[in-house]
């Protein structure tokens, strides 16, 4: 490993597949992980809970681990799927 490799301190899990037929426990599994929505991304630390939490419902989640600076708040997940504007105003006419 190089000394410029960052350690993989957190998961990134996806929700692949729905839980709609599925019991109660691994709806609430769910939202103790934090998601709510299919194709929503949270991060979590590597801890021992949440692991067997992942562990619990893995076959509808999408599990990587990532370095802490991957980690993205909800707000900059957002920013990031935002499109871009399409145009840029190079002159206007009423200045």
């Known amino acids: 490993m190089s000394t410029l490799a960052q350690p993989l301190t957190h998961y990134k899990i996806t929700l692949r597949r729905s839980a709609i037929a599925l019991p ?43 370095p802490a600076a991957a980690v993205r708040t909800k707000t900059e997940q957002r920013r990031e799927r935002k499109a871009s504007k399409g145009y840029r105003v190079i002159g206007s006419t009423f200045a």
């Open 24 to 66: 109660e426990s691994f709806k609430a599994t769910l939202v103790s992980l934090g998601i709510h929505r299919r194709m929503q991304t949270v991060y979590h630390p590597h801890t021992p809970e949440c692991a067997g939490k992942i562990l619990k419902v893995k076959e509808l989640v999408e599990v990587e681990n990532v």
